[in-house]
C-alpha cells in the first residue's frame, strides 16, 4: 500500500510535508518548520502524529520538535546533530532503516549543507525527502562541510531511481533558474526555466521534483559539464561543483 505525501508551504518558502503509510494509518511529518502549520494541517487531514523525520538540525527544520512532540506525544527519528537545539528518540544515520508502519526508509548521508544532513529514501513508492540537500534546479549551501562532501551527497541521490519523486525542502526554484540559465544554454535548461517562470508567475508550486528532471537540467549535478563555465576546466567533479556553488552564492541576478 502507498504512502499519502501532503505537502503545504509554510513560513516564508519552506515546505512542510505530512506522510501517512496507508497500510498501518501511521504519521509522520518530515522536519518541523513551522509548529501551528503543521498543527493545523493535522487538524485539517484529521491525522494523529506518530512520528518526527528529521533530515538536519537547522531551525526551519528541527525547531518545532519539542513543541510538537509535548502537544501530539509522537516520537523524533533524526540525525545525531539535531541534538543540539532538542532531544532525540531514536538517533539514526546512512544505512539505517526507518519504518512507518510498512513503509521502510532508506537513510542516506547526504552531509555537506550541515555535517549530518541526511535524507530519507521509500524505495517502494520511489519518494525521497532530501531536506536541503537538492533542491529544483539548486543545491543547499555548504554551511559546515566541503565541496567533496556536498559532491558525494548529490552523487548518492543522483544514484536513485531516475522516476523518483524528490520533495526538497524550499520553494527556491525560481531564483534557482536565473542561476541556472547564467551557467548552462541547454535547451532542456531553457525550456524548464521558462515553465517554472510561469508556474510562479501563476503562483503553482514546482516542488516536488524527479532525479531525471534534476540530472537533466540542474548545474550542480551537471557541474562537471559546466567546469568551463565558471572557471574549472580540467579539474576534477568535486572542484567543478565547488565553483558552481561558489558562483551561485557570488549570483546577483
Ligand atoms: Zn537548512
Ligand atoms: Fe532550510
Same mark, same amino acid.
Given at each position: 500500500?502507498?504512502?499519502?505525501?501532503?505537502? $503545504?508551504?509554510?513560513?516564508?518558502?519552506?515546505?512542510? $510535508?505530512?506522510?501517512?503509510? @496507508?497500510?498501518?494509518?501511521?504519521?509522520? /511529518?518530515?522536519?518541523?518548520? !513551522?509548529?501551528?502549520?503543521?498543527?493545523? @494541517?493535522?487538524? +485539517?487531514?484529521?491525522?494523529?502524529?506518530?512520528?518526527?523525520?528529521?533530515?538536519?538540525?537547522?531551525?526551519?527544520?528541527?525547531?518545532?520538535?519539542?513543541?510538537?512532540?509535548? %502537544? +501530539?506525544? /509522537?516520537?523524533? #527519528?533524526?540525525?545525531?546533530?539535531?541534538?543540539? %537545539?532538542?532531544?532525540?528518540?531514536?538517533?539514526?544515520?546512512?544505512? !539505517?532503516?526507518?519504518?512507518?508502519?510498512?513503509?521502510?526508509?532508506?537513510?542516506?548521508?547526504?552531509?555537506?549543507?550541515?555535517?549530518?544532513?541526511?535524507?530519507? $529514501?521509500?524505495?517502494?513508492?520511489?519518494?525521497?525527502?532530501?531536506?536541503?540537500?537538492?533542491?529544483?534546479?539548486? /543545491?543547499?549551501?555548504?554551511?559546515?562541510?566541503?565541496?567533496?562532501?556536498?559532491?558525494?551527497?548529490?552523487?548518492?541521490? #543522483?544514484?536513485?531511481?531516475?522516476?523518483?519523486?524528490?520533495? /526538497?525542502?524550499?520553494?527556491?526554484?525560481?531564483?534557482?533558474?536565473?542561476?541556472?540559465?547564467?551557467?548552462?544554454?541547454?535547451? #532542456?535548461?531553457?525550456?524548464?526555466?521558462?515553465?517554472?517562470?510561469?508556474?510562479?508567475?501563476? !503562483?503553482?508550486?514546482?516542488?516536488?521534483? +524527479? %532525479?531525471?528532471?534534476?540530472?537533466? +537540467?540542474?548545474?550542480?549535478?551537471?557541474?562537471?559539464?559546466?567546469?568551463?563555465?565558471?572557471?574549472?576546466?580540467?579539474?576534477? !567533479?568535486?572542484?567543478?561543483?565547488?565553483?558552481?556553488?561558489? #558562483?551561485?552564492?557570488?549570483?546577483?541576478?
Amino acid at each position: 500500500m502507498p504512502l499519502t505525501v501532503h505537502q $503545504f508551504p509554510c513560513l516564508s518558502d519552506n515546505y512542510g $510535508f505530512l506522510i501517512r503509510d @496507508e497500510a498501518s494509518g501511521l504519521t509522520a /511529518c518530515i522536519d518541523t518548520p !513551522d509548529t501551528g502549520a503543521i498543527l493545523r @494541517e493535522l487538524e +485539517t487531514l484529521d491525522w494523529d502524529l506518530d512520528m518526527i523525520l528529521n533530515t538536519h538540525w537547522h531551525p526551519d527544520h528541527a525547531g518545532g520538535n519539542a513543541d510538537i512532540k509535548a %502537544i +501530539t506525544g /509522537c516520537t523524533i #527519528a533524526g540525525p545525531a546533530e539535531v541534538t543540539r %537545539i532538542a532531544p532525540l528518540d531514536r538517533e539514526v544515520k546512512h544505512g !539505517d532503516i526507518v519504518e512507518l508502519g510498512e513503509t521502510a526508509f532508506q537513510v542516506i548521508d547526504s552531509g555537506g549543507h550541515t555535517l549530518g544532513h541526511i535524507a530519507y $529514501f521509500d524505495a517502494a513508492d520511489r519518494i525521497a525527502f532530501v531536506g536541503d540537500t537538492l533542491f529544483a534546479l539548486g /543545491c543547499g549551501r555548504l554551511f559546515e562541510g566541503t565541496a567533496e562532501q556536498m559532491w558525494d551527497s548529490l552523487q548518492r541521490l #543522483a544514484a536513485l531511481p531516475d522516476d523518483t519523486t524528490v520533495y /526538497c525542502a524550499h520553494e527556491y526554484t525560481a531564483s534557482n533558474a536565473r542561476f541556472a540559465l547564467s551557467v548552462d544554454d541547454s535547451p #532542456a535548461l531553457k525550456t524548464r526555466a521558462q515553465e517554472i517562470f510561469a508556474a510562479r508567475e501563476r !503562483d503553482e508550486w514546482t516542488v516536488p521534483t +524527479t %532525479i531525471g528532471l534534476e540530472k537533466a +537540467t540542474n548545474p550542480f549535478l551537471r557541474a562537471p559539464l559546466l567546469a568551463a563555465r565558471v572557471g574549472a576546466a580540467g579539474e576534477p !567533479d568535486a572542484k567543478a561543483f565547488g565553483a558552481v556553488r561558489a #558562483a551561485k552564492d557570488n549570483f546577483r541576478g
